[in-house]
Each structure stands twice: as structure tokens, then as C-alpha cells.
């Protein structure tokens, strides 16, 4: 029997997880991508599969399912990846009051939880800034991957494991009657495209984007020189900010007088989007980040002082061996404006679009593809 065909646009995280189930499927997959690799979003990214911010339910299901994922991918194909965790730090009683609330949430939703004292944390992370410290709350979950890795190495497992081809530097411009267009030839046809296009608004359905509720996101980002002495963080470190960011913190009932707090001493942090966090590659450099600003179109040039403000914030919490940064760069990430944690429509029969994962793209695309391909293909 002939297998039925799908041609999936985009390389990055979403565009590789969606021609995997579709490939996982069954389906013949031809992959499109306009560039000679994907250096969109999903390789500025820190690498971080993170289960801790998503909201008990289907999310928080979704992303352990896409962990899962991840661990399999890199146990067959050796791509680097550390289970290392995450340890949130408590630097004022106000934080420390948050993080007690959710480990108890946490912990009686079912979630690998702990709270850690100072003394814990200095005997087990001893760069860890003790001036003011309360405790951290450690979560076994989150994992690691090396972006710059995964992205490049998945297309090589996917052509491998389900035959799947891809075509490099061909940027698709039009999709009309199901047959995707490269410059003015029609090139492919297939009973199903995905649009997986991420920032791109302005190239394939821009009146639907110009509709939808999704904005962009720009982040900036920094990574440190490979560390000396085989230094190891051996966990994902965050500051309290970033207790403002993720939706599952907002469970916490203190988390308003904390926010108040934050926003009292530290609103040029908060008007700039930082929070702060820190995750080790497996070459031992230090991925530090990052800020949030948000918009249509952004200025190109980055910001030193948004730079130096992530630094200081660093400094604070993590002593470092060595803190001299060898890359600086800025990501650009398109986010729901809906509070929907993507968008997944249809805008012609056998086209569908999925956009709009925020800062989760690492975190849920694999689960989410095979949610969408499933209920697409009607399995
Ligand atoms: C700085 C930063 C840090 C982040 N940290 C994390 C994190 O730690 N954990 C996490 O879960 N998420 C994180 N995210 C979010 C995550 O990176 C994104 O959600 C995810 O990468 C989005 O993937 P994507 O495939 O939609 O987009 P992209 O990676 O941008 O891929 C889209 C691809 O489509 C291609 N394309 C576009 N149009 C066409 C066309 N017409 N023809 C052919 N090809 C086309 C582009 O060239 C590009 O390669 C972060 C994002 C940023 C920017």
C-alpha cells in the first residue's frame, strides 16, 4: 500500500516534532527549511525541557511526555542531555514564603519535589551564594539538552529512523490546492502541510497571523567561557524572578506580596522582562539569561545594560570560576496574546499551522505534535 504523504515547513523544535509523529504515523515526510540549517528560536535557546513551569493537567503531562521523548532520542543517537533538575533560590523571606507554598502544592500534586535549606544547598552546590540565602527548592524534573546539538543531529535520527527527507535552503513561498511553491515552481504536493515557521509571519499566511492573537518575543541571552576545572553546576539554577514567569508558579498565594516586593525594588528588572537563570552545556560552558521584550518588529541591535543587568543578578546568587563571556545573542520567539499556549489552525483543507509556544517551545513540541497529528489524522 502507498504510504500517505505530508510535507512539514520549518526545521526548528516544532517542525522536527511534528514530521517525527508524523513520520511515527506512518507518513512519507518531505521537510522544508529555507535555511542550510534552523537557527531560528530553537537554537538561541537555553536547552531547557522544563516541567516545573507548566501548570499541573495536560501541560504539565505534555511536557513529561516530550522529556520522554527527549531521553529517547538521545539515548539512540548520543546527543547530550543531563537530567540534572532545577533549584530555584530564596534570597528574601518573601521568596522563601513562595517557594515553601508550592513545594506543598507541588508535592501533593504528585511532582519530585524538595525544599532545601541554605545549609543543604551550601554542602551539595557550594557556588552558591550564601549572603542572604533562605533556601531553594529543588525539582528533579527539568533536563538539559545542548540546542545547538539537537538540532543539528535530529534531522540526521529522523531521516534514519522513519526515512524522512529533508530539503535545506529551499524557502517555501506559497502554498496553494495542497502544493508547496519554492520561487515560483511548484514543487511538492502531499495530502498534509504544516506550517511550523515560528517567527515568520510575513512569508505564508500573513493575513492569519495578522489576525491571530500572538505577538513576538525577544530575548537576550549570554554564555560563558567553557568553565576550568571540570566546574559542574550539576542542577539548572533560577533566581526568585524567575518565580514571576512560569504559569505554574502562580499557584502560590503569596505570590502578589512578592511581586509587589520585586516591583518596589527592582522594576527596571521587571520592566525589562529578566529573570534569571543558569544551565551547563556538556562542554561545560555556562547558558545565562535572559530578558523579555515584546512586539511586532524589534530593534536588531542588543542591549548592553539588559546585559549587565542579567550579570549582576548572577553575580548575587552564583559564584562562578570563570564569568568572562565568550557569545551574546538574542532569540526571537512568537507567544499567544490569548493566554492559549499555541495555535494550532487550519487556514485551507489539508494545511494546518502550529505557532505560538512561547518560551516552551523545548519544553512541549514533542508532545503537542503527537496530540495535534493524532487528532489530524483522526487516531
Ligand atoms: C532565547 C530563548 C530562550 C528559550 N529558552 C527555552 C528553553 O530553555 N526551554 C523551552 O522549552 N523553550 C525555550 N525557548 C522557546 C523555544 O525556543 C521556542 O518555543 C521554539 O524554538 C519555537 O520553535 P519553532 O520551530 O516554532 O521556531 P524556530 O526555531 O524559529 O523554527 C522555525 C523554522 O522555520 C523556518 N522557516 C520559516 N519560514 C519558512 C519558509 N517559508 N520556508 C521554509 N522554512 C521556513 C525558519 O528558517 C526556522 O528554521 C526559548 C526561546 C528563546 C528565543
Known sequence: MEKRTAIVIGAGIVGLATARALGQAGFSVKVFERNAKAIGASIRNFGMVWPIGQPMGKLYKRAMRS??????????????????????????????????????????????????????IQAEYEYVQLNNLYGGLFSADELLVDPREALNQIPN??????????YWNNCVNKIEDKVVYIGNKAAYSAEIIVVCSGMDFETLY???????????????????????????????????LSLLHYTSFKAAPSLATLHKKLKTEMDIYLSNGIHVMAAQN?????????????????DPFDKSYINQLILDYLQGILKIPNQAIEETWHGIYPKM?????????????????????????????????????????GK
Open 206 to 240: 500573513p493575513e492569519v497571523f495578522e489576525s491571530a492573537t500572538i505577538t513576538k518575543c525577544k530575548l537576550q541571552m549570554l554564555r560563558s567561557v567553557i568553565q576550568p576545572n571540570d566546574f559542574k553546576l550539576r542542577t539548572a539554577i533560577c533566581g526568585g
Open 337 to 377: 496574546t490569548n493566554g492559549d499556549t499555541e495555535m494550532c489552525l487550519s487556514p485551507e483543507p489539508g494545511v494546518f499551522i502550529i505557532n505560538g509556544l512561547g518560551g516552551a517551545g523545548m519544553t512541549l513540541s514533542f508532545g503537542l505534535a503527537e496530540e495535534l497529528i493524532g487528532e489530524i489524522i
Open 67 to 120: 522529556r520522554e521523548i527527549w531521553m529517547q532520542i538521545s539515548k539512540i543517537t548520543g546527543i547530550w542531555s543531563h537530567a540534572c533538575g532545577s533549584l530555584h533560590l530564596a534570597y528574601s523571606l518573601e521568596e522563601w514564603q513562595v517557594l515553601k507554598e508550592l513545594a506543598e502544592i507541588f508535592k501533593l500534586e504528585g511532582r519530585d519535589v524538595q525544599l532545601y535549606s541554605a545549609e543543604k
Open 157 to 166: 535520527y529522523l531521516s534514519e529512523q522513519f526515512g524522512i527527507e529533508f
Open 282 to 298: 556538556g562542554i561545560n560552558q555556562i547558558t545565562i539569561g535572559d530578558s523579555h521584550e515584546y512586539g511586532q518588529s524589534f
